[in-house]
């Protein structure tokens, strides 16, 4: 998932970019509180905002995505672990908070709450079709057969298997796979798609490209037989 950090501590942002990286996930780093609010009208999955920054702190920007409308889930950070300043980060809109200096693994533990929260999700496997991919482990089977993916592969096949039937166009797949180091371009997301494509032979769904629009997962609709034998034992048709 694409994540934007807003950290002014570069020995704290650098270990949760890289920690991140590592798991999955596509992260951005402003070190500046003025730089991010540049920012807060861009697709990202989820901010990671710390409280105390240059020139516009943490409030101020989490006052400034809910004010626009936009209900990108927002995980706090902070040195300070009085109440007070964790009620106003709540009242403001604030969907967690977590106080520095903190385990990664809380850290990766929260950040999955919160983006199968917005997901609508209930838990950490996201199931599509005969594809279950456990949003924990970063691993996907087929039918129950481990599936061999890359880090990006799990990211991609994550994006449009939460959301069968939307078409999803190289630009914002680009957005959310990689970041402004990457340069990335149209055919690396197609080469991508390809190498799926062929990881997910026997999947009862496909990644169909629409030209000029994008790509979209499509399920495959059940066979005759397999509809009949789901049918109750002497029911009418």
Request: aromatic residues 4%; negative net charge.
């Given at each position: 998932?694409?994540?934007?950090?807003?950290?002014?501590?570069?020995?704290?942002?650098?270990?949760?970019?890289s920690?991140?990286?590592?798991t999955?996930?596509t992260?951005?780093?402003?070190n500046?509180?003025?730089?991010?609010?540049?920012?807060l009208?861009?697709?990202?999955?989820l901010?990671?905002?710390?409280?105390?920054?240059?020139?516009?702190?943490?409030?101020?920007?989490?006052?400034?995505?809910?004010?626009?409308?936009?209900?990108?889930?927002?995980?706090?950070?902070?040195?300070?672990?009085?109440?007070?300043?964790?009620?106003?980060?709540?009242?403001?809109?604030?969907?967690?908070?977590?106080?520095?200096?903190?385990d990664?693994?809380?850290?990766?533990?929260r950040?999955?709450?919160l983006?199968?929260?917005?997901g609508?999700?209930?838990?950490?496997?996201?199931?599509?079709?005969?594809?279950?991919?456990?949003?924990?482990?970063?691993s996907?089977?087929?039918?129950?057969?481990?599936?061999?993916?890359t880090?990006?592969e799990?990211?991609?096949?994550?994006?449009?298997?939460?959301?069968?039937?939307r078409?999803?166009?190289?630009?914002?797949?680009?957005?959310?796979?990689?970041?402004?180091?990457?340069?990335?371009?149209?055919?690396?997301?197609?080469?991508?798609?390809?190498?799926?494509?062929k990881?997910?032979a026997?999947?009862?769904?496909?990644?169909?490209?629409?030209?000029g629009?994008?790509?979209?997962?499509?399920?495959?609709?059940?066979?005759a037989?397999?509809?009949?034998?789901?049918?109750?034992?002497?029911?009418?048709?």
């Amino acid at each position: 998932m694409r994540i934007l950090l807003v950290e002014d501590t570069a020995d704290v942002a650098e270990a949760i970019v890289s920690h991140l990286t590592r798991t999955g996930h596509t992260v951005e780093w402003e070190n500046h509180g003025g730089q991010a609010a540049r920012r807060l009208d861009e697709a990202f999955d989820l901010l990671i905002l710390d409280v105390m920054l240059p020139q516009t702190d943490g409030f101020a920007l989490l006052e400034q995505l809910r004010a626009r409308g936009r209900h990108t889930p927002v995980l706090m950070l902070t040195a300070c672990g009085e109440i007070e300043e964790r009620v106003r980060a709540l009242d403001l809109g604030a969907d967690d908070y977590l106080v520095k200096p903190f385990d990664f693994r809380e850290l990766e533990a929260r950040i999955r709450v919160l983006l199968r929260r917005s997901g609508g999700e209930p838990t950490n496997l996201l199931q599509c079709a005969n594809l279950c991919i456990d949003r924990k482990s970063r691993s996907a089977t087929l039918d129950g057969q481990p599936i061999e993916l890359t880090r990006r592969e799990v990211t991609l096949l994550e994006i449009i298997a939460a959301r069968p039937g939307r078409i999803f166009n190289k630009d914002e797949l680009m957005d959310r796979l990689f970041t402004v180091d990457d340069t990335p371009n149209a055919n690396t997301v197609e080469q991508y798609v390809a190498r799926l494509r062929k990881k997910l032979a026997g999947a009862a769904f496909e990644i169909r490209t629409l030209r000029g629009l994008g790509y979209q997962l499509v399920l495959h609709a059940p066979a005759a037989g397999d509809v009949a034998a789901s049918s109750p034992a002497g029911a009418l048709h």
